[in-house]
């Protein structure tokens, strides 16, 4: 939902005139969807954030368990990414991100979760109320939850026990999951099966582009594929869809994946997915041809461009990732108005 407020300056970056702006969904969660979204901001004002809603660490685990409720973390990221560059923009999204600090009950906790905690309590309606927050904030898009009840991954690793290397062990928790020594095989939600939002659905079916990526690989990125009703609007939506990469595997969850093992472990959870364009920073990616054979087995093209951040650390930067993103929209899309 876009905001107004009196005095508010326009964002950086240039947003194309009316009638050249597209539908965009962007799924995932934590940082890489924040990422992703401070840069489509920039494109177009019709933007949707579509949030995995099984983080049951820190204060958002705290607050699921103590209060039953949406884990609000991922959901809180996304809303601050889509607060502008003015002061208006970056007053809110500090404010939405503080943490109390201290040694009492309130300590950890981040504002921005207690804020969308409260207006659940209040509105009883998880995306009504995701959208005052965003009103308040005048953020450039709404966020919406991936599903209507809070998830758990489950993950299969081997060798989770040093000891006994070649051995599988469940392991529950996106927490633990995100950090596990050993290597993920497979992850799954439960309860299986779980509920979409219907708004979520709806704004997939109803999109220009839809972008996956980049993000935590087996705990923000796949989850939204293993959602029944999702994954089959993904396969039917008449939307482009770009799958965006890390710059860098994960500590824990995809050490030692090359780009190409990314796609395969994909393809392997979402066998019905198709894509239109892989996103890829050539500095970060091993052998090209490799990766645009993967790319292929899914159905895109291997789209190679520098969106990394200058100071070296496997960070993308936002105006870059736009310019990427731009790019994309503009050779791979419609020519003429969008709607």
């Known amino acids: 939902m876009t905001g107004h407020n009196p005095g508010r300056r326009g964002m950086r970056g240039t947003v194309p005139p009316m009638g050249l702006q597209p539908k965009v969904v962007a799924l995932g969660g934590g940082h890489g969807l924040a990422a992703s979204l ?24 705290r607050l699921r368990q103590e209060l039953g409720i949406l884990p609000p973390g991922d959901l809180r990221k996304a809303l601050a990414a889509l607060c502008g560059d003015d002061e208006w923009g970056r007053t809110w999204a500090s404010v939405l991100q503080h943490r ?19 207006l659940w309590e209040k509105l009883g309606d998880h995306v ?8 308040l904030l005048g953020a450039h898009g709404r966020v919406l939850p991936m599903s209507t009840v809070p998830l758990e991954i489950e993950a299969l690793v081997r060798g989770h026990d040093p000891a006994r290397p070649q051995e599988t062990t469940a392991v529950r928790g996106q927490a633990e999951v995100a950090v596990t020594p ?41 989850p939204h594929l293993l959602v029944p009703t999702l994954a089959e609007v993904l396969s039917v939506t008449r939307a482009r869809k770009v799958l965006a990469l890390n710059l860098a595997a ?17 393809a392997a ?18 052998d090209r041809d490799t990766l645009e054979d993967a790319a292929k087995q899914l159905g895109g093209e291997l789209v190679l461009a520098s969106v990394a951040a200058a100071d070296g650390t496997p960070r993308h930067d936002p105006e870059l990732l736009a310019a990427a993103y731009d790019r994309i929209f503009r ?3 419609r020519i003429g108005p969008w709607r």
């Open 331 to 333: 050779t791979h899309g």
């Open 250 to 266: 994960q500590p824990g969850e995809t050490e030692g994946f090359s780009s190409e093992r990314h796609l395969e472990v994909l």
């Open 269 to 286: 959870h979402a066998p019905d997915l198709t894509v239109d364009a892989v996103l890829a920073d050539p500095a970060w990616i091993g």
């Open 182 to 222: 050993g290597h993920v095989q497979q992850v799954r939600l439960v309860p299986e099966e779980p509920p979409a939002a219907p708004e979520a659905v709806a704004a997939v079916r109803d999109a220009d582009w839809v972008i996956l990526g980049p993000g935590s690989w087996f705990t923000s990125v796949i």
């Open 128 to 135: 009504d109320a995701l959208a005052w927050v965003g009103r």
């Open 38 to 61: 401070t840069a489509l901001r920039r494109l177009t004002p019709d933007l949707t954030a579509v949030v995995t809603v099984a983080d049951d660490g820190g204060s958002s685990g």
């Open 100 to 118: 109390f600090t201290g040694g009492g009950e309130l300590h950890g906790h981040a504002v921005g979760n207690l804020l969308i905690a409260a």
